[in-house]
């Protein structure tokens, strides 16, 4: 299973530097990023809106050209038929004409007359309808050309439209990118703040005196605290002031598991190994402050690890072996802690157990 205690590991401040300072140029490429999304939106937003506008107004010329074509196409229409009438009643009197001439009653002069009238009429009438059919077709092909036109329009109207939707999610994309980045951002700003604390908390750790027997009668003696009827012995003296079960936190006021014993010894008490083993690990472990890992191996047919927290102090080195009741560090308070006091925790095959069925 993964370990439950990784969460809480701070890194030292050149990793979190490192990673706050590149957590901050991701945030600033993304600012950029969206600065330069959001200029394209903008100028797709114009875009789009000048090509509906021409797309709009080719229509509007197409609506015109075609009702002028159907304009010039009545026009022909009627002068069309208003000629043919005329050419009829021309046609009428040139027969009666012909008819007076043959007669002898009119006069040859005034017969010229009329026939010439005749005549000019139907040049006229041709030439009437020539323009008339001219002017249609022209109206026609303008007409078509603006279909066209406003077809042309309308399809780029849609490809600027396609352009301004592309640039819009391009932006959201963006902006949402730039969020993350920043609480990324935020994020790497406290876990570097969490480990300057850690460092300094170290650092005092590790100015912290390896104090020897100080003669007094309050746990702080180098004495190893007497051994219970279980596989290990108490790690360190003073009474439980807190045992391992479900807990309201006193820092966080979570409900959640508290996943060893508290031993109320003063800070600067010794912490002995609790078993023979080899140290796996010294150094801060968030929460846990100042933390020591023993591996003990196969205990029993099981794999057993034993940790001491929130120590002041360290006497003990990764990849040292100890034996029972070696003195490994000091009482403390460091990380996650209200007061001085030994957490103490018993984890089996990588999880956590009560402690105390070690102990007694």
Known sequence: MPDPRAASTVPSVEE?????????????????????????????????????SAADRATARAERARGESTNAAAAADAAHETLGRLAAHAYMNNSELTGLMQLGIADPEEFQARSTGVSELMRVQDSVLAEAAES??????????????????????????????????ALEEASAASATA?????????????????????EAAENQPDRGDRGEDDGTTDTPPPS????????????????????????????????????????????????????ESTGYAGAYGNRIEIAHGNVNGLDV????????????????????????????????????????????????????????
Request: hydrophobic share 35%; proline share 4%.
């Open 228 to 279: 219970g009827n279980g596989v290990f012995q108490r790690p360190a003296s003073g009474s439980i002031t807190s045992p391992y079960g479900m807990r309201v936190h006193p820092v966080t006021g979570v409900y959640k598991l508290h996943s060893g014993t508290d031993f109320g010894a003063a800070c600067g008490a010794p912490v002995y190994a609790a078993y023979p083993g080899t140290i």
């Open 16 to 52: 979190a530097q490192a990673d706050l300072e590149a957590a901050q140029a991701a945030f600033t490429e993304a600012q950029k990023t969206e600065r330069a999304a959001q200029q394209r939106a903008e100028e797709a937003s114009q875009a789009a809106a000048d090509a509906r």
């Open 305 to 360: 690890t034993t940790t001491y927290n929130h120590l002041s102090a360290f006497s003990s080195s990764p990849g040292q072996s100890v034996a029972t009741g070696d003195l490994i560090g000091r009482v403390g308070t460091t990380g996650s802690s209200t007061g001085c006091h030994l957490h103490f925790e018993v984890l089996v095959n990588g999880d956590f157990t009560d402690p105390m069925s070690w102990l007694s």
């Open 182 to 202: 920043n609480e990324q951002l935020q994020k790497m700003r406290e876990v570097h703040a969490a480990a300057e604390q850690a460092q300094r908390e170290r």
């Open 136 to 169: 249609r077709a022209n109206a026609t092909n303008a007409a078509s050309r603006a279909d066209g036109h406003a077809a042309a329009a309308e399809e780029s109207a849609a490809a600027a439209k396609t352009l301004y939707e592309q640039a819009t999610t």
